[in-house]
């Protein structure tokens, strides 16, 4: 075993003793051991019943003869941390979660891994320690949260919560109704109902086959969660005695059959992000072109919210991630013969699953549309691409051209579009938010919901160097490279200026002639930092392009 390094000989007695004052025996020590890396904490929703799955999942590994040995991963709650300072806080963590999880697995050479996430940074990050460290390696997640219901009968969820705030500055709702929300919009714990980042990658664990089926979209609240969990603690001992580790299952076809099942659910925008950086670590390179390649041969099959009006529930009861693939299959979208963490492949996995709900998950013959639910733009506003959550955007806005309303923040546009500075046919431009000049690529859900909320999500674009939460939806541009920070065309865009979104054709255009852009670069001068101290600081002079994933060097 991996783990007689730090436990059997001679050698080793130091060690044993160490392990003795933790109060093993001898007997337990004789047993592969099997780090519980548990994302518990009291400030995230996603992550406050995760002590209850860490439980069973130790119950589990003891059943087949592991020694379960839990130590924690940190988290952000992307929502409290949203429209203030904690946002620069939130990316970054990926980054330290995937650094100390290495750090402690390594130090301590268990023999197998079980990972138990939920949020939306903890997922990737813990999947890029997953990489790093490969050695056996299962993730078991807390669970979506249910979706919430008004006095009114509808169903509601984060998104809505958002955008009511954008109503009631446009007069369209009083106080009390946004308290309503307040009180309505996450009715349990579990990560955000709808299609957002976490569950996004949840899903996508299933897809990449470092998740049990169900592990994307069980409820959180849901006795089946806790079997979910003990099934992966028993798992894992399988894969460690086959020694099936993480690079054997995260191949360069998985990465592909992820990003057609993202195409297919309609997932974050963050997607393009996560994927690229779990990719890096495991000796792989994901170009963003490749996307385009995939979504224009993936229809998109569902539209969760914020993008329809259906829950992590609904796609549950229609048989969850694996009718989805079992859609794809039919038309041979996916590479079936990779190998899962049920030691099988996805072929073998997905023999007899069926598409329980035709209108939650659309047949592969009757889609939403006929390509999928992000796109990748490029043009002379963003030569290396942006990025937009298609399946969400309404048809009206497709193609758009408007003039250039500029900010260098996040606070100065959300004061502009409160005070009803912007009106339709506006193209809202929030730069320096970038990976570098956040730092730390604030999302921007309250801008997006703010125009939403007040009637303009038909007639208003927003393209930002920052990034969105899988919440947002509209014509939400993100992830524009090269960043403001880095002298982008994006830093040179003046207020006025005519910007032109063509969607279906994949392009974004700044309408300014060469020599004036030239003449502006010259004059341009990076601002000063706005961070210079600290973590953020250091974060900005090591992360990459939001290209290339903002992967750290």
């Known amino acids: 075993m991996r783990s007689d390094v730090a436990k059997k000989g001679i ?16 007997e337990e020590l004789e047993r592969p051991l099997i780090a519980v890396v548990c994302s518990y904490n009291e400030i995230v929703p996603g992550h406050m019943n995760l002590d209850k799955i860490a439980e069973a999942v130790k119950a589990g590994v003891r059943a087949a003869g592991g020694t379960p040995v839990e130590f924690p991963a940190i988290a952000v709650c992307d929502g409290i941390a949203m429209g203030h300072i904690g946002m620069k806080y939130s990316l970054v963590t990926r980054d330290l979660i995937a650094d100390s999880t290495e750090a402690v697995a390594m130090a301590h050479q268990f023999d197998g891994l079980v990972m138990i996430p939920n949020c939306d940074k903890n997922v990737p990050g813990l999947l890029m320690a997953a990489a790093r460290v490969n050695i056996p390696t299962i993730f078991c997640s807390g669970g979506p949260m249910l979706a919430g219901r008004l006095e009114n009968g509808r169903r509601t969820c984060l998104s809505h ?11 369209k709702l009083d106080e009390a109704g946004v308290e309503e929300y307040e009180n309505c919009a996450c009715p349990t714990c579990g990560s955000c109902s709808g299609m957002y980042t976490a569950n996004s990658m949840n899903c996508l664990t299933e897809a990449m086959g470092m998740g049990l089926r169900g592990n994307g979209t069980i409820p959180a609240v849901w006795s089946a969660r806790l079997r979910l969990a003990k099934h992966a603690g028993m798992q894992i001992m399988e894969l460690v005695e086959k020694n099936i580790r993480p690079r054997d299952i995260m191949t360069k076809a998985a990465f592909r059959n992820a990003e057609t099942v993202d195409m297919a659910l309609g997932c974050s925008t963050n997607t393009m992000l996560h994927l690229p950086a779990i990719a890096h670590e495991c000796g792989i390179e994901l170009d963003l072109d490749l996307s385009n390649a995939i979504s224009a041969k993936t229809p998109n099959l569902c539209h969760l919210a914020p ?16 009718a989805v693939m079992a859609e794809l299959d039919k038309k041979g979208l996916l590479d079936t013969g990779v190998l899962t963490v049920t030691g099988k492949t996805m072929g073998e996995n997905l023999a007899g699953v069926v598409n329980r709900d035709p209108e939650t998950i659309r047949p592969i013959d009757r889609p939403f549309s006929p390509d999928g639910g992000i796109a990748v733009l490029k043009g002379n506003l963003a030569p290396e691409g942006c990025v937009v959550k298609r399946s969400a955007v309404a048809p009206e806005m497709m193609t758009h051209q408007g003039p250039a309303r500029v900010f260098d923040s996040e606070e100065d546009a959300i004061a502009a579009i409160y005070a009803g500075k912007i009106v339709a046919g506006d193209v809202v431009v929030i730069r320096y938010e970038g990976p570098k000049g956040g730092p730390g690529m604030r999302e921007m859900l309250n801008p997006t919901s703010a125009i939403v909320g007040m009637g303009l999500g038909e007639s208003v674009a927003l393209i930002t160097d920052g990034r969105f939460s899988g919440a947002t939806r509209g014509a939400a541009i993100g992830h524009v490279c090269p960043e403001a920070a880095q002298g982008g065309p994006i830093a040179l865009i003046e207020d006025g200026d005519p910007i032109s979104i063509d969607i279906p054709s994949c392009s974004i255009t700044l309408n300014v002639d060469e020599d004036t852009l030239r003449a502006r670069k010259a004059a341009w001068v990076c601002p000063e930092p706005k961070v210079k101290t600290g973590y953020l600081a250091r974060y900005a002079k090591l992360v990459t392009s939001a290209a290339r994933g903002a992967v750290l060097e």
């Open 307 to 322: 993008a329809g009006e259906t829950y992590m529930e609904d796609l549950e009861y229609a048989g969850g991630v694996y």
């Open 161 to 171: 919560m958002f955008e009511a705030v954008g109503a009631y500055y446009a007069g």
């Open 11 to 26: 050698p080793a007695a130091p060690n044993r003793s160490l392990f003795y004052a933790l109060g093993y025996t001898k």
